[in-house]
């Protein structure tokens, strides 16, 4: 279920369904990096300014689903205008900082974003804009990456589904809010 803050800023109330922690798996597959599972974590907060905050840190999981390295990490604001455009400006791990520029879809959950501008330091490996689309689909968190370099042609190369991380405090407040469930427990399930 999707609850609105009350201190969140009115402007944000479109971007209400990625606030959270989510965490889950995916792929990542791009020519001259070795083709991975991995790990994610994302977490959208806001402070109440017309902006979400967002932090996403991945690494490469073995056969068995255990982490065995870093692999992107990237932080960033989010902001969305009345017209239900979004823009974000996000920095990453390997020297990279992007402009972002997309919109909602009307009526669902969903965010087309493109890169607008790249700046790159020195250290980072060679890249020249992306294309992302954020989908909140059956309550997870989807989203697959495309990127491109001077070599390499606009593709896909990151995909992942994330499940939401609920708190205790959420998990009691659910509880409070089920409402009389029958006693014996089998009855709930017929």
Avoid: C
């Amino acid at each position: 279920m999707i609850q609105i803050p009350s201190d969140l800023h009115p402007d944000l109330v479109p971007l209400v369904w990625l606030l959270g922690t989510w965490e889950g798996a995916g792929v990542t597959d791009f020519p001259g990096s070795a083709k991975a599972n991995f790990g994610q974590e994302v977490t959208f907060t806001h402070d109440g300014r017309d902006f979400l905050e967002y932090h996403s840190h991945t690494w490469v999981l073995d056969a068995e689903g255990k982490k065995t390295e870093p692999l992107e990490s990237e932080s960033g604001f989010w902001r969305v205008d009345k017209d239900r455009k979004v823009e974000v400006v996000m920095v990453r791990h390997d020297g990279v900082v992007e402009v972002w520029y997309g919109e909602l879809a009307d009526q669902k959950p969903q965010i087309d974003l493109a890169t607008d501008a790249v700046a790159r330091t020195a250290a980072s490996g060679p890249y020249s804009g992306g294309k992302r689309l954020y989908g909140y689909v059956k309550s997870d968190l989807m989203w697959v990456g495309e990127k491109q370099t001077p070599e390499v042609p606009l593709r896909p190369y990151m995909s992942a589904q994330l499940k939401k991380v609920v708190s205790p405090e959420e998990v009691a407040e659910m509880a409070r809010n089920l409402g009389d469930l029958p006693d014996d427990g089998i009855a709930f399930f017929k």
